[in-house]
């Protein structure tokens, strides 16, 4: 059910606008507030008038009709919503968002929104396929953007391919998975913190140690927090990720300036530990650059080794998060080793998972999780980082709930 949830529904210019229709309908039956803006190019396919009579809202479409903007302007448009769905997503339209464009009402919302987006693609095959598009939907994903579709067909021009708009009922399906608060569970009024990211260990003022942690999992749970309602403060190491707009991100380099970080961002209701903090930092850090001598043939390092963010935050004490959860990530006997860390860092969950070189976890933007707890072992599907880490707050919130009744 979307009870009381508010959509705002961008439609582009495209002939799927005419399944935005049905989805507007579909999303009134479950509850859903729909608030409708279309492109110049939507509103060429489908009336503002087709969307007011089943939205129940009149329809937006011009960025200088100065009685809408006395009314309710850009920025309060984006704001009103707990979600923004772009179908149909043209190709355009997507080549808009990817690059910042502002110049209609739709692609002004598009960049003044801090809530989530979903984005439902619609376009000519050859157009789905050209690099151009490539580019800008591995922009809009590494930006947090959702996707759903497209899917493969028939095509209104003739063509055959992937380029179809989803139908309703599976938009409408991806629109609950990003509102799992649509479910029943949030994290409103709590605070998350999260690490994520590699740690730089430095070795001289230019060079480092480091590992190949993307960030990209810590991210996604930072955004799945926000999505959930909680306030969330992610400390990150470097990466190449873009901030996520809504969340207080700390950014640093060292284990020791993360563990910093993380005991300066208590208290905190759940703390999830999904950095990849260096075990090891160089003991005594060269001033200068460490220059080879002539003949040399090997350096050693001695190196000292790094506070451990999760055993410290798990730790028992008056400022302990209710919910500390680590990361374990393991290239053989995966949930003994969890199982494992689980006890010796004190930990309330360990999510498990296999990053062996084949699996193409590091990095990728899938995994296949175990969820270890003090009760047993869950084995999850494979499914995408973003979409095990919506699955996960909606555990530690639905954890949350039940604990405070079992306090009351
Ligand atoms: O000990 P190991 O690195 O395998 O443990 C992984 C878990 O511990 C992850 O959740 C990681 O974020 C956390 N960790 C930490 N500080 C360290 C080492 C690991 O928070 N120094």
């Not at 939205?55 to 448009?77: P, V, W």
């Not at 399906?173 to 999260?194: C, M, N, Q, T, W």
């Not at 927090?225 to 640093?252: F, Y």
Request: glycine share 8%; with cysteine; proline share 5%.
């Amino acid at each position: 059910m979307l009870d009381g949830k508010r959509i705002l529904l961008i439609v582009g210019g495209g002939i799927a606008a005419y399944k935005a229709l049905e989805l507007v309908r579909q999303l009134r039956e479950r509850g859903a507030a729909v608030r409708v803006v279309l492109t110049e190019g939507g509103s060429h396919f489908v009336t503002p008038l087709s969307f007011a009579v089943l939205s129940g809202e009149k329809a937006f479409t011009d960025l200088f009709d100065l009685k809408d903007e006395a009314e309710i302007g850009h920025i309060q448009l984006s704001r009103e919503a707990d979600l923004v769905v772009v179908a149909p997503a043209t190709a355009n339209l997507l080549a808009k968002m990817a690059n910042g464009l502002a110049n209609d009402l739709a692609s002004t919302v598009l960049m003044a929104t801090d809530k989530s987006v979903l984005v439902a693609p619609a376009m000519n095959v050859r157009m789905w396929e050209h690099p151009a598009t490539s580019r800008n939907i591995a922009v809009l994903r590494a930006d947090g953007v959702r996707f759903v579709g497209p899917e493969e067909g028939d095509m209104a021009c003739g063509e055959f391919g992937p380029g179809r708009m989803s139908e309703p009922s599976e938009i409408i399906d991806a629109i609950e998975r990003v509102l799992p608060s649509a479910h029943g569970v949030s994290l409103k009024g709590r605070h998350v913190l999260i690490t994520s990211g590699p740690t730089h260990e430095p070795i001289d003022p230019v060079r480092y140690i480091a590992n190949r942690s993307s960030g990209k999992q810590g991210h996604a749970l930072a955004l799945a927090a926000k999505d959930l309602g909680a306030r969330v403060t992610l400390i990150s190491g470097p990466t190449h990720l873009p901030d996520i707009p809504g969340v207080t991100t700390v950014k640093v380099e060292t284990a020791a300036d993360m563990l910093d970080a993380a005991l300066a961002a208590l208290p905190a209701d759940v703390a999830i530990c999904a950095a990849a903090v260096a075990d090891w930092r160089v003991a005594h850090q060269a001033e200068e650059k460490l220059k080879k001598a002539e003949g040399q043939t090997a350096l050693n390092l001695a190196l000292s080794r790094n506070p451990d963010i999760l055993a410290t935050l798990a730790a028992p004490s008056a400022s302990r998060p209710t919910l500390v959860i680590g990361f374990a990530a393991e290239t053989e006997t995966i949930i003994t080793h969890a199982q494992a860390k689980l006890s010796r860092k004190g930990a309330d969950w360990i999510v498990a998972n296999d990053v062996s070189p084949g699996t193409g976890i590091m990095g990728g933007g899938h995994t296949e999780v175990h969820l270890v707890s003090g009760t047993g072992v869950e084995d999850w599907p494979a499914m995408g980082k973003d979409e095990m880490a919506t699955k996960l707050l909606a555990r530690a919130a639905e954890a949350l709930h039940a604990m405070q009744l079992a306090a009351e």
